[in-house]
DNA sequence: GTCTATAGGCAGATAGAC
DNA sequence: GTCTATCTGCCTATAGAC
């Protein structure tokens, strides 16, 4: 019990999904290959085949996991933060953090990518996005209650619209390399929202 | 002078182009290959040589035609439509046609697989969006002086924010096929900025 | 301009030894 | 679990005939 090692946990594997993360988040899922992952982690392309028989399996392997994070930033957030607005920037946060490790929204490139997208792969993008959007549904509901969000319409639609103006703020700000233009969409975003 | 022939046109270069227009903005650039445009367009890979030396030439060539065609569009708005609103509507109505064909905008695609894009093609993707980043900065200010916009802040960055809202509502909108949703997060824009 | 033929490389994947 | 060896297929690209 020295180490810090929870149950289930082979090593490889959890290596394998941390190069695998940041590669796709650069450069597509369709942009890396096996050689790629296995240069870096140090072992054969046919090793790999081992953890995850297919690409495909890897690919699932990759958003399920990323989804598993995301949601319990999810729920750290509504435990830290009282108000809903601060919950929002919160959110906002998560992304500007992902940018500044120049990367991009996992599920947000691989939308760029859908179409080429093993089957098993798209349901859990939508997934993703389907979850993020009752999250922020959520918080606009209580945000209007408390008083610190105001918006017209219904929420799921402005959840939609926020889900979509911070995806597009990565999306353009990573080629210009500049962390500057992705808060100044956020701040817009959340201007655009106060009573 | 019977035929509608502009000068220069040299028709096989054209329709290569036009097929992977389409390719690019369904598949993104590095998923789709001078094979897929051969067998659609009835020759062989060896002949797209000839027209395009090579796949990066033929990609620099796609982002050329497709941001003339854009630039075009923003000056018949800016000849058919009055005020800064409906400049603005009319822009974000490109995007609905974009997405209507069950496309995503090219430079929007290019940007999530920016990093794996030849370097030329990376500096147009650019220039794309700085050029539609002039184009609505200056709406903008129209639309301050006619008052049919309002807004906070530099026009500069509300224009990006403009640019990279459209661009991720088509994203996400799309594996979704919902053309509903790209609505709702254009109106939503527009309201923010409706005096 | 378009063809046939082919090169050279890299992709994902498998068999079987250790 | 990891290895070597190998396969098949697709990719971009070129040479040279027509």
Redesign the interface.
């Known amino acids: 019990m020295a180490r810090t090692r929870n149950r289930k946990e082979s090593g490889t594997a959890e290596r394998v999904l941390d190069i695998a993360e940041r590669l796709v988040q650069?450069?597509?899922f369709?942009?890396f290959s096996y050689a790629d992952i296995a240069t870096e982690l140090g072992i054969t392309k046919a090793s790999l085949h081992y953890h995850y028989p297919g690409k495909a399996e890897l690919g699932q392997a990759l958003i399920t996991r990323y989804a598993e994070r995301f949601s319990q930033a999810l729920v750290e957030i509504d435990r830290d933060r009282r108000d809903a607005r601060a919950k929002l920037e919160a959110y906002a946060d998560l992304y500007a953090g992902v940018l500044r490790n120049e990367r991009?929204c996992m599920c947000?490139?691989l939308?760029?990518?859908?179409?080429?997208l093993p089957a098993a792969m798209?349901s859990e993008?939508?997934r993703f996005?389907d979850e993020n959007q009752r999250w922020l549904a959520a918080v606009l509901v209580s945000g209007k209650s408390d008083g610190t969000l105001a918006y017209?319409?219904r929420p799921e639609?402005?959840a939609?619209?926020i889900?979509?103006?911070?995806?597009?703020?990565m999306?353009?700000?990573?080629?210009?390399g500049d962390l500057a233009?992705f808060d100044?969409?956020a701040r817009?975003?959340l201007?655009?929202l106060t009573p």
């Open positions: 650069i450069r597509g369709s942009n991009m947000g490139i939308a760029a990518e859908y179409q080429t798209q993008v939508i996005f017209t319409g639609d402005v939609q619209g889900l979509s103006t911070l995806e597009g703020a999306l353009v700000a990573r080629p210009y233009r100044a969409a817009q975003l201007n655009g």
